[in-house]
């Protein structure tokens, strides 16, 4: 449920498969605004704000500014990533001698140093692949093909927290507190197998799908014959068929999203029975988790058709299929040519971004993948200073209070459901900055000059830190994104947001600023993070955190009926004369978007001091937190499977507040004009 998943999404994008983020230092004409004020250099006061709010706000800007050549996107969300980024290389760029032998701060720096060691990478060639494919090699049977499946699970999905439903192993796992027990933890399993980034890739009809199905044929063609793989024609024919049947198990990205469905309880004997095919003693012993006694599976059907084809499809297919994978997965890691190929489709074909961004940008985002909270906590010593942390608080402590006068004023809700709601809204647990407990990665060695291995090795620690919590009582103020990421997080099972301080900088929180520009920017992201606790999946979670309806019918009907306004408002939006915004997909954002916004919108008014000018500041600085730009592959690859619409969309959220509509004057026939029974008022 971040506001923002897209970053998340190319950041997993590139632990996929070498690297593949997406950051450039910013232009001049982006940099940091000093004036702490509206950019109003970016507006184009020729557009009407009721005809097109979002270009009106950034018209400007989207005339006059190119997408830097290396990546698919560009915006003020990526020039607070890129400031981010160039203070993270300063702080791993420091000899790695000057922190002490076996601190996290050297092993961060060693990681990073290993990583940009381009010549080492070069020279140890595909060395460093050559266990794990003589292992590939060796397997003979269906219980040794189990056992490799499980020892090659990691922790690489979050369904409820960052949304990240991919993983290119054959299943993905998640540790968190139980759906229906906040006691205690449960593994969460997942579908996973694919290359291409959804199973509507291998299975929608259409000529553009056509084209990268045939582009990915030929990289797999490629990767091959740069391992030196025989036949690799027939070889990756054979991948890619097996790809196409893990797809066609696979459920789409919309029924993902749905927790009801997904809240399946299989008990360990359940695995043989529900899913046959696959020897899960083997697999789970070698995953660490055959004495788990209660797992959620996510996708049932789906854990059932991947296990029929690991019985189904020839063993020397899944040989294949899964040396391929470990390669294309590393590519970042290994020689450059691999690394290039990786490029060309994954950046080139799937986001139509035409240049690799340098090394050290990669280099910063494997390390904090590997070390996030290490890099993190240098970075807040540097970077975030207590006066930014308890003005924060003050400011979330103030669109609380705006959220629960507002759950007070709805004339529809019975007081039992308000009740409930309210005691969420009590409890909520808010992580501003960083965490207050740091991770120790004490149980991960980092070696200078393997940056294979090291990559390896972090991925593994990683995966049986996650398995430790197994056996604690899950705790509420875990955090789950770095200090250094420009994002924001709801956690639905742990009942709490954090904020991490990346994102607590200038234009969207500006200590410096007049309060309606504070609250249209960083104000409405608290006010997102915090209405997700009420979306139409948060609302399924109580103030513990447990998966359980506390709604009247009634109450929940009158929900439904709102959202359902919604979904039709953004399926109506067309980006593409062939593609409209997915109104289901993304009803969970584009709810957070409206609440946040109008908790926010409250929130300054409750100040006290709000004039017309002070109004029409505030809409306009929560559009300008929006100005971004999308290379049209990339664009059209997360209206399939982001969570949340395209950011111009989300800048026309104020059509459903009618404060908006009295700052502007936005008149009937005006193209964002809703009538007052139609604007969308969910909390
Ligand atoms: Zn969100």
Not at 88 to 103: D, F, M
Request: glycine share 6%; with cysteine.
């Amino acid at each position: 449920m971040t506001r923002f998943t897209r970053w998340g999404l190319l950041l997993a994008l590139a632990a996929i498969a070498g690297c593949r983020a997406d950051t450039k230092p910013a232009p001049s004409e982006l940099s940091k605004q000093a004036t702490h004020d509206l950019d109003r250099a970016s507006m184009d006061p020729s557009v009407a704000a009721g005809d097109d709010f979002f270009r009106h706000a950034n018209g400007t800007w989207l005339k006059t500014t190119a997408i830097p050549p290396d990546r698919g996107s560009y915006g003020i969300w990526y020039v607070l990533s890129d400031q981010s980024q160039q203070r993270t290389r300063a702080l791993l760029e420091a000899a790695p001698g000057q922190a002490a032998e076996g601190s996290d701060e050297r092993k961060a720096r060693e990681y990073f140093a290993s990583y940009m060691d381009e010549a080492t990478i070069e020279k140890r060639g595909l060395a460093p692949l050559r266990p794990t494919l003589d292992g590939i090699n060796a397997i003979t049977d269906r219980r040794m093909l189990a056992r490799w499946i499980g020892q090659s699970l990691r922790a690489d999905v979050d369904p409820l927290n960052a949304t990240n439903f991919y993983t290119d192993h054959v299943f993905g796992v998640w540790i968190a507190q139980d759906l229906n027990d906040p006691s205690r933890h449960a593994p969460y399993l997942l579908q996973g197998g694919l290359g291409l980034p959804d199973r509507d890739y291998y299975l929608e009809p259409g000529e553009e799908m056509e084209r990268i199905r045939s582009a990915y044929r030929t990289h797999v063609v490629n990767v091959l014959k740069l391992v030196g793989i025989a036949d690799p024609m027939g070889v990756a024919a054979r991948i890619y068929d097996l790809e196409r049947r893990l797809a066609a198990a696979h459920w789409t990205r919309t029924a993902s999203a749905d927790v009801a469905k997904a809240n399946n309880h299989w008990a360990r004997a359940d695995f043989d029975r529900n899913a046959p095919g696959i020897d899960w003693a083997a697999l789970l012993d070698a995953a660490g988790l055959n004495s788990v006694p209660t797992f959620i599976v996510w996708q049932p059907s789906a854990i059932t058709g991947i296990a029929k084809l690991v019985e189904s499809e020839r063993l020397s297919t899944w040989r294949e299929y899964l040396a391929f994978r470990v390669v294309d997965h590393n590519a970042g890691v290994l020689p450059k040519a691999l690394d290039d190929e990786g490029f060309s489709f994954y950046g080139k074909v799937l986001t139509g971004t035409p240049q690799q961004q340098d090394r050290w940008k990669r280099a910063v985002n494997t390390t904090n993948a590997a070390l996030g909270q290490a890099v993190g906590k240098l970075y807040v010593e540097r970077f975030f200073p207590p006066e930014a942390k308890a003005r924060l608080k003050t400011m979330v402590a103030s669109i609380v209070t705006a959220f629960d006068h507002r759950i007070d004023a709805l004339t529809w809700m019975s007081p039992k459901t308000k009740a409930s709601a309210k005691a969420k809204l009590a409890t909520l647990n808010v992580g501003i900055g960083y965490p207050d407990v740091w991770r120790d990665y004490s149980n991960l060695e980092v070696v200078r000059g393997e940056a294979f291995e090291n990559a390896q090795r972090a991925a593994l620690a990683d995966y049986r830190y996650q398995l430790g919590k197994l056996s604690r009582t899950p705790d509420r103020t875990e955090w789950w994104m770095d200090p250094q990421t420009v994002n924001a997080l709801n956690l639905p099972v742990q009942n709490a947001l954090n904020f991490p301080a990346a994102i607590l900088e200038p234009p969207f929180f500006d200590p410096a600023a007049p309060a309606p520009l504070t609250y249209g920017a960083i104000g409405a992201i608290i006010g997102h993070e915090i209405s997700h606790s009420f979306d139409d999946t948060g609302s399924q979670f109580d103030a513990t955190g447990r998966f359980v309806n506390w709604w009247t019918p009634e109450d929940m009907a009158h929900f439904k009926a709102a959202s359902a306004k919604l979904v039709a408002q953004y399926d109506a939006y067309k980006p593409f004369p062939d593609a409209h915004v997915n109104g289901t997909l993304t009803l969970s954002e584009n709810i957070a978007d409206v609440a946040g916004l109008s908790a926010a919108y409250d929130a300054y008014r409750a100040l006290g001091h709000a004039t017309p000018d002070g109004d029409r500041a505030f809409f306009l600085s929560f559009a300008q937190a929006w100005k971004s730009k999308w290379r049209e592959p990339l664009a059209r690859q997360l209206l399939l499977t982001d969570g949340h619409a395209p950011d111009e969309f989300r800048a026309d959220t104020v059509r459903n507040l009618d404060g908006w509509y009295e700052a502007f004057g936005v008149k009937p026939g005006e193209r964002l004009y809703l009538a007052p029974p139609d604007r969308v008022r969910v909390w």
